[in-house]
C-alpha cells in the first residue's frame, strides 16, 4: 500500500501551490506502478486452479504385444536404454532357439483427461498408437481398463471409454480457444516422463502456428513446460477450462526449450463429439485443391491483395463442381468467415457439418460472386478413385518458341515420350529454362506444361506470347500460369514479366 505521507515527504521541498498537486500525481504513479509491477508477475499463484482440475487428468500406459523371431531376453524396464544393447548382445551370442517365436511387450505413457463424469477419457493417437491393451491411471492412483471410441490420426485425437469404480469421475469442460490471446496465462498438467500429475504454466507464446504435422494445422504455442508424457494432456485457461490438447514440443534435446504445441479446443472439440458419436470423424468436403495466392498472383488476378485460397482443381465428383465453383476461382469467405489464406479453407471446410448448404463467395473476373454449395464428406471424397483416360488427338508438330526465361514447344509425340507426359495434358511444354530468370524462382523446370495463361487456354508457343502481350498493355507486372506436371497435377504459377 502507497501513502499520500510518503508523497507529500517526496514533495516537501516544492513550492506551497503545487505541493498538493505534485504529491496527488506521486502518489498516482506509485499506485499505477505498485498495480502494473503485480501484474507483470502474474496471478497470484495456481493453487486454486490445480485443486479444481487435476483429478480429471489421467495418465495414459498403452501397451503393444508383438510376436518377434530371437531368443527371450532378460525381463527389463520397459523404454530401458539398455534394451537394444541387449538384444543385440543376445542376437549376436546365437543358438539357444534364435528362431522360435516370442511375444515382445513394448509399452508407451501419456496424458489424458475426462470429459465426462461417465467414463470419457480424450488424449493423443500416438499415445495409444495400435495398442492391445489400454490402461487410464487416475490420479489417486485407481487403474481402469479402457476401450477405444475412435481414433483422428488428422488431428492426433483418440477418445476412450473406461467404467468408474463407484462413484462418478471428476470431470473438466472445454473452453473457447477462439477468444485466446497472445500472453494469456496457461497451465499444463500431464505425465512428463512418468511424473505424473506434474503443473507447468506458462503463457500463450503464439496462435494459429502450422508445424507442418498435418491438413489442419493451427496449433497454440506456449511456454508451459511440455515434455515427453505430456501428449494428450490438457492446457487450461485460468478458468479451468481445457483450450488446448499438448501435442507436440520443438526441442533439440527431447526435453522442453519452452516451445510446446496445443490443438485448439476450437478445432479438436467438434472431431472429439463425432468420435464419441460415430467412433469415426465426419468432416465437410467441397472437392477442391487449392494453394497460396501471393502478391504476384493478387496482382494478376485484379484481387487488390493477397487473400484467399486459389483454386487450382476441382474434383468432376465433388461438391463444388455442380455449384459452379472453377479452376482459377479465388475462395474468399466460407459460410460467412474469412478465408485469410489457403490454410484458413482445410479447417473451416472440415468443421462444417457434412449435408450444409453453405455460401461460398468466390473472386473472379474482377468482382466477387456467391455460390451455395451443399457438403459433402471429405472421408467419402478420399475413397473415391478419380479415373483418368483419354487419348491424344491433337498433337501439333513442334515450335520452339522464348518467352519469360522459357524454351517453349508443342507438345509432340517425341517430347510427350522425352519427359513422361500424360496423354490427357494438354498445353505448351516447357523444355528449357534460364537458370537466372524469375520462372526459374518460380521452380518451373523442363516438361512442365503450360495449360492456362491469365485464365485463357493455350495450344501453342504463339498463344502464350499473345497473352503475354496483351498482358503488358495492360499494364500487368505479372502473368498467372496454370501449370501442369507431366503427371497431370496443376498449379498457379504468376511469373513477373522482365
Do not use: C
Request: charged share 25%; hydrophobic share 40%; aromatic share 4%.
Amino acid at each position: 500500500m502507497v501513502s499520500l505521507s510518503m508523497a507529500f515527504e517526496a514533495t516537501r521541498s516544492m513550492a506551497p501551490p503545487r505541493r498538493l498537486a505534485g504529491a496527488l500525481a506521486l502518489a498516482a504513479g506509485l499506485v499505477l506502478g505498485a498495480v502494473g509491477t503485480a501484474h507483470a508477475r502474474g496471478p497470484e499463484g495456481f493453487t486454486d486452479l490445480a485443486d479444481q482440475v487435476t483429478n480429471a487428468v489421467v495418465n495414459i500406459s498403452a501397451s503393444t504385444t508383438v510376436e518377434t523371431k530371437g531368443r527371450t531376453l532378460p525381463q527389463l524396464p520397459p523404454g530401458t536404454p539398455f534394451e537394444d544393447l541387449f538384444e543385440e548382445f543376445f542376437n549376436r551370442r546365437g543358438g539357444g532357439g534364435g528362431d522360435a517365436p516370442r511375444q515382445r511387450k513394448s509399452n508407451s505413457l501419456g496424458s489424458g483427461f475426462i470429459i465426462d463424469s461417465a467414463g470419457i477419457v480424450v488424449t493423443n493417437n500416438h499415445v495409444i498408437g495400435e495398442a492391445n491393451e489400454i490402461t487410464v491411471i487416475l490420479n489417486d492412483g485407481t487403474k481402469l481398463k479402457a476401450e477405444i471410441l475412435g481414433k483422428d490420426s488428422k488431428l492426433d485425437l483418440a477418445v476412450l471409454k473406461v467404467k468408474p469404480e463407484g462413484k462418478p469421475l471428476t470431470a473438466v469442460k472445454f473452453g473457447d480457444s477462439e477468444k485466446l490471446r497472445i500472453g494469456e496465462w496457461v497451465v499444463a498438467i500431464g505425465n512428463p516422463f512418468g511424473l505424473g500429475g506434474s503443473v507447468s504454466a506458462g503463457i500463450v507464446s503464439a496462435i494459429n502456428r502450422n508445424i507442418d504435422q498435418g491438413p489442419y494445422d493451427s496449433y497454440i504455442q506456449t511456454d508451459a513446460a511440455i515434455n515427453k508424457g505430456n501428449s494428450g494432456g490438457p492446457l487450461f485457461n485460468m478458468a479451468g477450462e481445457v483450450v488446448g490438447i499438448n501435442t507436440a514440443i520443438l526441442s533439440p534435446t527431447g526435453g522442453s526449450v519452452g516451445i510446446g504445441f496445443s490443438v485448439p479446443s476450437a478445432l479438436a472439440g467438434p472431431a472429439i463429439e463425432q468420435l464419441q458419436k460415430f467412433g469415426e470423424t465426419r468432416r465437410g468436403w467441397l472437392g477442391v485443391r487449392i494453394q497460396s495466392v501471393d502478391d504476384a498472383t493478387a496482382e494478376a488476378l485484379n484481387l487488390g491483395r493477397a487473400r484467399g485460397a486459389l483454386v487450382a482443381g476441382v474434383d468432376d465428383k465433388g461438391p463444388a463442381k455442380p455449384a459452379d465453383i472453377k479452376q482459377g476461382d479465388v475462395i474468399v469467405r466460407f459460410d460467412g468467415r474469412e478465408v485469410k489464406d489457403s490454410r484458413d479453407l482445410p479447417r473451416l471446410v472440415a468443421t462444417t457439418p457434412v449435408g450444409k448448404e453453405t455460401q461460398v463467395v468466390i473472386f473472379r473476373g474482377g468482382k466477387e460472386e456467391t455460390r451455395t454449395v451443399k457438403l459433402g464428406r471429405l472421408e467419402d471424397g478420399e475413397k473415391q478413385m478419380a479415373a483418368r483416360g483419354g487419348s491424344d488427338t491433337d498433337v501439333d508438330k513442334p515450335a520452339i518458341k522464348k518467352a519469360l526465361g522459357l524454351d517453349l514447344s508443342s507438345i509432340s509425340d517425341d517430347l510427350r515420350q522425352r519427359f513422361s507426359i500424360k496423354p490427357t495434358v494438354k498445353g505448351v511444354v516447357i523444355t528449357r529454362v534460364d537458370p537466372n530468370s524469375n520462372a526459374a524462382d518460380k521452380r518451373l523446370q523442363a516438361g512442365d506444361v503450360i495449360v492456362e495463361v491469365a485464365q485463357e487456354p493455350v495450344q501453342q508457343p504463339a498463344d502464350v506470347s499473345k497473352r503475354l502481350d496483351a498482358l503488358k498493355k495492360d499494364g500487368k507486372k505479372s502473368a498467372l500460369l496454370l501449370v501442369s506436371n507431366p503427371a497431370g497435377e496443376v498449379r498457379f504459377v504468376a511469373v513477373a514479366m522482365e
